[in-house]
């Protein structure tokens, strides 16, 4: 009988870790097109809410969301554009701990919408022993996404922040920041 338990023990684990694993991707899902209501409803109350975002800032209103899942809390920055998420950026509410790379790819991967996210390019840059960069990624349908990322020159770790943007957000953010020589 202890072998039978035993045996049904190591599946039992295995189930505990694969529906923890899912039920993080579905709370960390950025969902750009989403109503306010529907980001209310995935994310929880919304604070911060902004409707003045300034000068040639794309959007309507932005808010702010802060997201508990079992490998720690996000902080989601949503921007509206005539009532849909155009723009979501994710970072760990931990300022001093950035979101891992495979964190990032897991949101990436869940804002697939059936489409191909391909990565565009990259862009490094190293100053005082740590490397910045940029990682540029573009789905299909024209929707891009950033990863922001840091960590010591001669790691492979690097950890930072990832920013979703619809097309047209993208287009016309990219228009105004031209505009004022960014």
């Known amino acids: 009988m202890p072998s ?23 709370v960390c899902r950025a969902n750009l097109g989403e ?9 929880g109350p919304e604070s ?14 932005s808010a702010m969301f802060t997201v508990t899942t079992p490998t720690g809390s996000l902080s989601v920055t949503v921007i509206f554009l005539h009532g849909l998420s155009c723009h979501e950026a994710f970072a760990n509410t931990d300022i001093s701990q950035g979101l891992t790379q495979d964190q990032m790819k897991g949101i990436l991967e869940s804002q697939k919408a059936g489409l ?9 840059r190293t100053y005082g022993g740590t490397t910045y960069g940029t990682i540029y990624w573009r789905r299909s349908d024209g929707a891009v996404a950033k990863f922001y ?34």
């Open 149 to 182: 990322v840091s960590g010591k020159a001669s790691s492979r770790s690097q950890t930072g922040q990832v920013e979703l943007s619809t097309k047209l957000y993208a287009t016309a953010q990219s228009t105004y920041d031209k505009e004022n020589g960014d």
């Open 48 to 61: 911060g809410i902004k409707t003045d975002l300034g000068y040639r800032q794309v959007g309507d209103k």
């Open 116 to 124: 191909k996210w391909d990565e565009q390019r990259k862009q490094y």
């Open 4 to 26: 039978l338990l035993l045996s049904m023990t190591i599946p039992i684990r295995l189930l505990g870790i694969f529906f923890l694993f899912v039920a993080s991707a579905v």
């Open 35 to 43: 109503t306010e209501a529907q980001c209310i409803a995935r994310y």
